[in-house]
């Protein structure tokens, strides 16, 4: 059998681990436009701030396809596939396949700003824009940034270029930071953690026009005003890849990404695609939408790869739960605003929950990551909570609580 | 395979197997120096206070499959298949929190630790004491434990031994040999819950 894998990124990557785990014989080629080994985007920031930490870039190290006895086809851009006949095509050449995976990712959304194309304008989301941002910095004189979007990869995007001295501002246009992540309460104090570490924020701020002869010069605002940047790094937002499906029989939902049934396969035989390119079930809500995690890559790259080698396992849905570490203050969110909301704010660690009929349906936590697994075992696992609702956010909370539970309170049950 | 098995409603909260843990985990492997060091070496197993007087052991379980491996971003997180451990390799760590927030269990703390070359956190856990079960010992949790609430033993064996209990309480219940089956708690132990009781009713009153 041959089986071909579009992309190289974690849902990729992890297809691949699970085929090779019962299937040692058949085939594999992975199709990337990359041409690096398998990289874990999670370690960018890392590896931006420091060059030597490339071996953990690499996650399953250098000579992945080696291991896996893979054929890798790298800096190749799929152009067609052909369903029919089973066979894709990429930059004149043509392959066939038995069974292939559809693991393309997720690429940045860019608002239609006039000065997109001056030099100096990047985005931050693979190995290369990383490199290419680093090389900018070091080359010219650097000193003042524009990060647009406040979201996940514009924060990340701000460490990075404040650990090489540049004085950065954060132009979010909706009202807080981290808006997919935090509601307004919450994005308020990420705003506030962020300012103390020199990073200058900007809410309700959009952006017009990048001013600049050749270079980027200028940031002007809609409402006038201007900010001057030698470097504007586009952070706004990323959404599923679709291109590689349009114009062939495989069903997408527009901007929301393939669709894929409980086996992760598209309404086309023999043909699956997992990570950021598919729509995502909520497993809370049961509601379909994109979840561009990293966690669901790899949870739906590993499903789908052993539904291919004719595996059946069911694919349920994910939590959006997230972390990301704002400097190194760790920001946690799961779930949905639904409900109630408790929260418990002490001078340095917030922490919030949303509670519907005595089921926790989302929580966030800043500066602290203690029972976060649990919390999102307990939301999955749409357990009642009525009776530990009082201290649930507190220190006090924890596992053992559910473990004694069972066993009876009674002083004459206590065994030995 | 052989697991370090909990028995919560034994368990005093002495928290000698956090000191046990911490010693094995430390550079010098002995207490007195151990509580010099820098940093101060860490237990990856916390008893945790729960219901009651009652307390809990808490530690890594090793699932499988584990969540904490499937997700983390650098690959530092594997599983040893000859003792059945999911072990995390620090010096691959990012402490990037994404397995410390899958674990269901909490089991994952984010410290310094002397094995690693870098001086920053990273996610520790317990590894089932690799070094010690090399040696033909068991981890040294298990060892420290004086109650018995932590115990080193293969799946079967153990459930074997919890069907005999169960068995046991049917007997009694059925039957009149409580005399013959009912182990009675040792005085020591019974004036220790009598006492953690009586500091909780003077919490209680505040």
């Known amino acids: ?416 | 395979m052989k697991t370090v098995f909990i028995r919560p409603e034994r368990c005093i909260g002495c928290k000698h197997c956090e000191i046990a843990c911490a010693i094995e985990h430390s550079k010098s492997k002995e207490l007195f120096t151990a509580i010099l060091e820098e940093p101060t070496p860490a237990p990856r197993i916390h008893v945790l206070p729960t219901i009651g007087i009652m307390t809990f052991p808490d530690k890594c379980r090793h699932c499988n499959p584990a969540p904490c491996m499937q997700v983390c971003p650098t690959g530092a997180i594997t599983r040893n298949k000859e003792i059945d451990t999911v072990l995390i390799n620090g010096n691959r760590c990012i402490a990037c929190g994404m397995c410390g927030i899958v674990c269901p269990f909490d089991a994952i703390s984010y410290k310094r630790s002397w094995e690693i070359s870098i001086e920053r956190e990273v996610a520790l856990k317990c590894d089932n004491c690799v070094d010690r079960l090399m040696k033909g010992f068991e981890p040294a949790c298990v060892e420290a434990c004086k109650t018995n609430a932590l115990s080193w033993g293969e799946i079967e064996e153990v459930m074997r031994e919890e069907r005999k209990k169960i068995a046991e309480k049917i007997a009694i219940a059925t039957t009149s040999a409580e005399e013959l089956l009912e182990k009675p708690v040792p005085e020591n132990i019974k004036l220790w819950r009598d006492l953690g009781l009586v500091i909780k009713k003077l919490g209680e009153k505040g």
């Not at chain 1, 239609?112 to 990383?130: C, I, Q």
């Not at chain 1, 647009?148 to 807080?176: H, P, Q, W």
């Not at chain 1, 509601?287 to 539904?307: C, D, F, R, T, V």
């Open chain 1, 1 to 416: 059998m041959r089986i071909v894998v579009i992309g190289t990124g974690g849902a990729g990557v992890s297809a691949v681990e699970a085929i090779r785990e019962y299937d040692k014989d058949s085939e594999i080629f992975m199709i990337s436009r990359e041409n690096t080994p398998p990289y874990s985007p999670c370690v960018l920031v890392d590896y931006f701030q420091r060059k030597e930490e490339i071996d953990k870039l690499f996650w399953k190290g250098e000579d992945f396809y080696k291991k896996m006895d893979v054929t890798p086809l790298l800096g190749k851009v799929v152009n067609k596939i052909n369903t029919k006949n089973k066979k894709i095509s990429f930059n004149e050449e043509t392959l066939d396949y038995d069974k292939l995976l559809i693991a393309a990712g997720g690429k940045v959304t860019l608002p239609p700003l006039k000065g997109l194309n001056k030099k100096g304008v990047f985005t931050f989301k693979t190995l290369e824009d990383a490199d290419k941002i680093r090389e900018w910095i070091k080359k010219g004189k650097v000193e003042k940034g524009v990060v647009i979007g406040g979201g996940f990869i514009g924060l990340d995007a701000a460490m990075c270029l404040t650990s090489y001295g540049v004085k950065v501002t954060v132009v979010e246009a909706l009202n807080r930071l981290l808006p997919r992540m935090l509601d307004y309460e919450m994005g308020t104090l990420v705003k506030e953690i962020v300012e103390r570490n020199g990073v200058a924020v900007v809410v309700n701020g959009r952006v017009n026009e990048i001013v600049g002869e050749e270079k980027v010069e200028k940031v002007k605002f809609e409402k006038g005003e201007v900010l001057d940047a030698e470097i504007v790094v586009m952070a706004t937002g990323v959404k599923p890849n679709t291109e590689v499906v349009e114009g062939t029989d495989i069903k997408f939902n527009g901007r929301r990404g393939v669709v894929v049934n409980e086996y992760m396969e598209t309404s086309v035989k023999d043909v699956y695609a997992a990570g950021d390119i598919v729509e995502s079930i909520d497993i809370v809500t049961g509601e379909k939408k994109p979840i561009l995690l990293w966690s669901n890559a790899l949870l739906q790259g590993a499903i789908a790869g052993y539904n291919l080698i004719g595996r059946k396992v069911k694919y349920l849905g994910s939590t959006n739960q997230t972390i990301i570490k704002v400097f190194n203050v760790p920001v946690v969110s799961d779930g949905n605003y639904i409900g109630e909301e408790i929260k418990l704010f002490s001078r340095d660690v917030y922490k919030k929950m949303y509670i519907k009929n005595n089921r926790i349906y989302g929580y966030m936590l800043i500066n602290t990551k203690k029972n976060a697994g649990l919390y999102n075992s307990l939301m999955v696992s749409k357990k009642d909570i009525s009776e530990f609702k009082d201290f649930l956010l507190t220190d006090e909370f924890n596992y053992g609580k559910l473990v004694t539970k069972a066993i009876t309170l009674e002083k004459e049950t206590y065994q030995y």
